[in-house]
Each structure stands twice: as structure tokens, then as C-alpha cells.
């Protein structure tokens, strides 16, 4: 029998199955660092696309925030220009009452009372005087409460005045200041 040397073809099977196991090892690293190349570039390019996002949202969001604070700015003018509007409708509202008031001081004040000063602080009035005697200063009282524009007087100081021989009396009262309910009507319709 003939004897066949194989081993030279083994040698050769075998260095041809490294050197092709070589190429797909080198080749699955090839491949596998070009997926991970590509995977690297397109989530760096997510990233991109997403900061460009982020900051066009935070933009926007300035701006709103700036448009907020203007719109408070304007919101507080137009609560000051409310407040103000108000207090000239209230004015205006109150101005004849200045007028009524004297009306019903000059009705009221009875013969023998001489008033020396009024002051106004919101609705209360302070009357202060002079009267020939208690009576009037009483009479006074009493017509001022029959008054629709003034109610609730009260006697505050009364003292008596002796000059010569004539006897008076000084007299501080506060009343209150009403609006009539016609008034009232009038000025809501």
C-alpha cells in the first residue's frame, strides 16, 4: 500500500481555517466599530437636534416670561387707573353733598346759635359754637337729627360763658353725614 502524506494538507487546511477565521474576527471587529461609529454619530446628532430644541424652548419661554411681567405691569396700571378712577367717581359722586350740607346747616341752625367751625373727617362732622342758652344748643340737636342728610348727634362739650350779664353756652357736637335714600337711588341708576 501506498502511503499518503496528509499532513502537509492538514498544515495547509489548517492555517487556511485561521486565516479565514482571522478575516471574520477582523472583519466582525470592522463591522462592529462601524455600527458603533454609526450609533455614536446618530446619537450625537439626537443630541444636536434635541439642544437646538432645548434652547429654541427656552426662547420661547423667556419670552413668555417677559410678556408675563409686562402683562403684570399692565394689570397694575389698570388696577391704579381703577383705584384713581374710583376715587374721582367718589369725588364726584360726593361733590353736591358739600352743597346739601351747608343747605341743611343754614335750615338747622336755630336763632340764638352762632356756629364758630366745622371740620369733616370722612362722615363725621365736628360742629363747634356758641348758643344763648342749653336749650338751643338741645333744639339744634334735635333738628339736625330730623335732617335727611345728617343723623346722630351727640353732644361732645358744653360749657357755660359768663361775660358781663350775658350767660352762653360753647358747644362741641359731632354729627354724621347720610345720604338720603332718593340720593342714593339716583346715583346707582
Known sequence: MTRINLLPWRERQRKELQRQFISIAGGAVVLMGAIIFYVHLHMASLIDV???????????????????????????????????????????????????????????????????????????????????????VSMFMRQLDESEWLSNPSLEVIKANLKGRVRTSIFTLNVNQTTPLEEMNEEGT
Open 50 to 136: 434635541q439642544s437646538v430644541r432645548n434652547d429654541f424652548l427656552n426662547k420661547e419661554i423667556a419670552l413668555v416670561e417677559e410678556k408675563i411681567k409686562e402683562i403684570k405691569g399692565l394689570e397694575n396700571e389698570k388696577q391704579n387707573l381703577l383705584t384713581r378712577m374710583d376715587v374721582i367717581q367718589q369725588l364726584q359722586t360726593r361733590r353736591p353733598e358739600i352743597v346739601h350740607l351747608f343747605d341743611e346747616f343754614v335750615r338747622n341752625v336755630p336763632e340764638g346759635v352762632y356756629l364758630t367751625g366745622i371740620t369733616q373727617r370722612g362722615n363725621t362732622i365736628k360742629i363747634t359754637g356758641v348758643a344763648q342758652s342749653n336749650a338751643t
